[in-house]
């Protein structure tokens, strides 16, 4: 029986999504909550999982098309009505037959099965793969050529995934999905990371040669999997980004300020915690919240770097809420989930929030309402090695400030004695229209003085 899918509202005020990238091309079994499509809207990129179990029958809407909520765009045959509609057409089993017939072997009843599969979806395999789970056996994955079994392995596995397994060096192909079809999630690939130690999961081999990838069709390819010689159709995030970078440069005269810090209690701090605090929350202790926590306390005495130009009037709005965004850079875009209330919040809570939101980031779990209502923002740009950088305000607010990467450097004491500090340097910029370098030097010097007195010891 036909089911046709439409698509999906991924947030309150949201009336239209792009269909970004198919992952099941028609003729394809899809299982249900299995995701079967990448859906982005001008806030947010999201996975849509089948709410039934079948067979793509077809993709109603072209990659790149942009349409309203409700909208049909695939049709999906469910196939327990075909399993179910099918013994009615098959002559029924004699007794005699039965006597007769040679017992079948548990091997041969596999290799019938594989004979019959009902058109774009093999029950059979799944019976056979119930029979080895029932026995205790690991559960068994029918014989493919390597190129089907890399194939199946990465078809389906969203960039966040893929990306995560390349900082890990873990190769997909070897690890074992727990998703729904066996697809790899996040999970799967940090549990496998744990593992590399003891071998149960390597990296590619080195002399594997890298298979390039194929060009699609009109020599495109993907911003998260970019082909020499091709061009990348942008998804409606990419253009949004695009389009709010050089509309906030345009209209927001940016200034930019930083400032050097020592942190290296709070670094120590941090590095005394950590352990302990993964091992109870599950989430891994980072500087951020740390910074968080100090970037919120500055906003309280420095109530104008969380404010906004607002055109009309023209006027200043003095935010009063304190809701900090956080920069997290995926394969394919940029997206500024947003903590709420982070001044109510402690570092163990923040550290939660942060943690949360970025692990659905990589998933593509965000909603729109995640994204919403930010006064201020935070950029890791440290993480990647970055000693320095000039980020672009997010429109709406008055600043963003970066934390960078922390290194070890020789520094003059007061007594001028010379000792290894952990060193990090702070980037501001800022909104002219609503701050002059009085205000944001002040904040910087706040911030500055908040980190430098934080740790080695204190409570979370």
Same mark, same amino acid.
């Given at each position: ?23 099941? #091309? ?9 995701? *079967? ?5 001008? #806030? ?14 077809? %993709? ?19 196939? @327990? ?8 057409? #098959? ?12 017992? #079948? ?76 079809? @066996? ?15 003891? @071998? ?8 594997? +040669? ?28 990419? !253009?949004?980004?695009?389009? !709010? ?34 091992? /109870? ?8 919240? *740390? ?11 420095? +109530? ?9 009037? +023209? ?44 692990? $659905? ?9 995640? %994204?919403?209502? @930010?006064? *201020? ?55 002219? $229209?609503?701050? /002059? ?6 904040? %910087? ?16």
């Amino acid at each position: 029986m036909p089911t046709t899918i439409t698509m999906p509202q991924l947030g309150e005020t949201v009336t239209e999504g792009t269909v970004e990238r198919w992952l099941k #091309k028609a003729g394809e079994p899809v299982e249900k909550y299995e995701a *079967f499509l990448e859906v982005s809207t001008d #806030k947010v990129n999201s996975e849509v999982p089948s709410p039934i179990t079948g067979t793509i029958r077809e %993709l109603l809407v072209q990659e790149g098309t942009t349409v309203a909520v409700g909208t049909p765009i695939a049709v999906i045959d469910d196939v @327990g009505a075909a399993s179910k509609a099918a013994p009615a057409t #098959k002559p029924p089993e004699t007794k005699e037959d039965r006597d007769t017939a040679p017992p #079948k072997s548990r091997d041969a009843m596999a290799e019938s099965a594989n004979q019959e599969p009902v058109p774009g979806f093999n029950i059979p395999q799944l019976e056979v793969k119930s029979a080895a789970a029932s026995s205790g056996a690991p559960a068994m994955v029918p014989p493919r050529s390597n190129g089907q079994r890399e194939e199946a392995a990465l078809r389906g596995v969203s960039p966040a995934v893929r990306r995560l397994a390349r900082e890990h060096h873990i190769d997909v192909r070897n690890v074992r999905g727990s998703g729904a079809n @066996g697809r790899v999630t996040a999970d799967d690939v940090l549990a496998a990371a744990k593992l590399v130690p003891s @071998g149960a999961v390597s990296a590619p081999p080195a002399e594997t +040669p890298r298979t390039p990838a194929k060009p699609g069709p009109g020599n495109t390819s993907t911003y998260a999997d970019p082909i020499p010689g091709t061009t990348i159709h942008l998804s409606s995030m990419r !253009r949004i980004i695009a389009e !709010r970078m050089v509309e906030s440069r345009r209209t927001a005269p940016h200034a930019w300020s930083m400032v050097e810090v020592d942190v290296t209690n709070v670094w120590e701090w941090r590095k005394r915690e950590k352990d302990r605090f993964e091992r /109870d929350t599950g989430v891994k202790l980072t500087l951020l919240p *740390f910074f968080i926590r100090a970037v919120v306390e500055s906003l309280a005495v420095f +109530p104008l770097m969380n404010a906004k130009f607002v055109s009309e009037g +023209p006027s200043i709005y003095v935010e009063k809420d304190v809701n900090i965004g956080i920069a997290i850079g995926l394969p394919a875009n940029l997206v500024v989930p947003v903590i709420k209330h982070a001044d109510k919040l402690s570092i163990k809570g923040i550290a939660l929030a942060a943690g949360d939101l970025i692990e $659905r980031a990589r998933k593509n779990k965000l909603s729109t309402d995640d %994204l919403k209502e @930010g006064t *201020f923002t935070v950029n890791n740009t440290g993480a990647n090695g970055s000693v320095a950088s000039a980020p672009i305000i997010n429109a709406g607010q008055a600043g963003i400030v970066t934390m960078e990467t922390v290194v070890k450097r020789p520094m003059v004491q007061d007594d001028d004695s010379i000792a290894i500090r952990y060193m990090m340097n702070s980037c501001l910029s800022l909104d002219h $229209r609503v701050v /002059d370098g009085y205000v944001a030097s002040g904040f %910087l010097a706040d911030l500055k003085k908040r980190l430098e007195s934080m740790g080695p010891r204190g409570a979370l």
